[in-house]
């Protein structure tokens, strides 16, 4: 169907750029899947990618406690997708924020953040009862945008309004990108959620064309990049390729975000879809590796700690809190008595001892709502990631 305003269509092989009657040119993207030139590269990209991802869902079955290393995995995403989008809060204001912390970053910044943890874990959860669909999608929306900066966007509804893509301020005749009208924005996201169902294709090459399907179609006010993202996650869930959500990618396009956005420009502008998938692939490749790596020294530092008091007959409050320093290295006395439902004095007890072994150190600085931190723990979740092959693979 085309736009009711639309009087001249140009048209590539990713779809066609219709020009209004108001005089802006907006984008219809053609239906997935396109055609796909499977080049050496792209197979050697695929092949690698899908090794990888392989190797970390192995790993990820094999940890005894996984929902563990799942929390601050999924606050790491939501930091830097955010940040994507602008907000400036860290993974160590979050986590000390969630910690019971006060810190001094913008409640809005957090809170945005704190949006997007709740819209994963509740997408994760809500495939045991709804298949990945644009009902999904509105409800993860909903999550995300609810009560911050962007509520203004219409929370959980996809838009009556034409939107679009440019600097700050920019007006729609100067838009770098505008999606379909909404006058065909149901014709679009029809075909996206049947394609939504199409097993055809590799489940990595799939997610590639699905999220660039969804940046193209852009179908809420505001809020897209981030709900694009968190679909990658839920949708490598769904398919089996992880048991659990260890694979994150907004760390590498926000490390790479000139390519990223200029990978997206290039299906539009030219069709290049070998160029997202080649990019998309090494995303996943360098994340999966990423992940393997944090969650490696992860579990090693934590056997370091249960080992250092292994040998004390009074460590036995101290090992809990080691666990709780797992899914958060910051921690209140408070937060920790709540959690263990003890006597604050038994967890000061234990946290003197890991003050004394060196694995928690009060970083607040007063004697009253002390803050302690894992800071070695902390460090391994804060490092930027990393973008190059390791050697042995």
């Known amino acids: 169907m085309k736009s009711k305003s639309s009087i001249q269509t140009e048209t590539n092989v990713a779809g066609r750029w219709v020009r209004t009657l108001e005089g802006y040119r907006a984008f219809h993207p ?67 924020a969630e ?12 809170r945005e953040v704190g949006n997007y943890v709740v819209a994963l874990e509740y997408g994760i959860e809500r495939l045991k009862t709804l298949p990945l669909s644009l009902r999904l999608v509105r409800e993860l929306h909903e999550k995300l945008m609810t009560g911050v900066r962007g509520q203004h966007a219409a929370p959980g509804e996809f838009r009556r309004t034409q939107n679009w893509i440019g600097p700050p301020g920019a007006t729609l005749a100067q838009a770098t990108y505008v999606p379909p009208p909404p006058d065909s924005l149901g014709e679009h996201l029809s075909a996206w959620e049947k394609f939504l ?25 505001d809020g897209n990049g981030r709900v694009g993202r968190l679909l990658i996650t839920i949708e490598l869930c769904e398919r089996n390729v992880l048991p659990a959500p260890f694979l994150y990618l907004s760390a590498f396009f926000d490390a790479t975000r ?50 250092k008091l292994a040998g004390d007959a009074q460590a036995k409050v101290a090992l809990q809190i080691v666990d709780l320093l797992a899914a958060n290295p910051f921690l209140t006395p408070r937060g920790a008595q709540q959690r263990l439902d003890l006597a604050y004095n038994t967890v000061m007890r234990a946290i003197r001892q890991l003050e004394k072994q060196s694995v928690v150190k009060e970083v607040s600085g007063g004697k009253r709502d002390r803050v302690y931190c894992a800071k070695k723990l902390l460090q391994i ?6 973008l190059k092959p390791a050697k042995r693979f």
Request: no cysteine.
């Open 381 to 386: 979740l804060e490092e930027p990631p990393q």
């Open 197 to 221: 169902h199409d097993q055809m294709l590799p489940p990595l090459i799939h997610a590639a064309l699905v999220h660039y399907q969804f940046e193209a179609i852009h179908p809420f006010l």
């Open 30 to 96: 053609n239906p997935l899947p396109p055609p796909i030139e499977w080049s050496e590269t792209l197979a050697v990209a695929l092949a690698n990618a899908s090794t990888l991802a392989g190797k970390l869902a192995g790993e990820g079955r094999r940890l005894p406690n996984p929902h563990v290393l799942i929390r601050p995995f999924i606050r790491r995403e939501a930091v830097f997708s955010s940040r994507i989008e602008g907000t400036q809060s860290t993974l160590g204001e979050l986590l000390a």
């Open 258 to 307: 000139d390519d990223y956005y200029g990978a997206l420009r290039g299906i539009t502008e030219s069709g290049d879809w070998g160029g997202w998938l080649q990019y998309f692939l090494n995303g996943v490749a360098r994340q999966a590796e990423d992940a393997l790596n944090r969650a490696e020294r992860t579990n090693r530092l934590l056997e370091q700690w249960r080992h």
């Open 99 to 110: 910690a019971g912390a006060a810190v001094e970053r913008s409640p809005d910044d957090l």
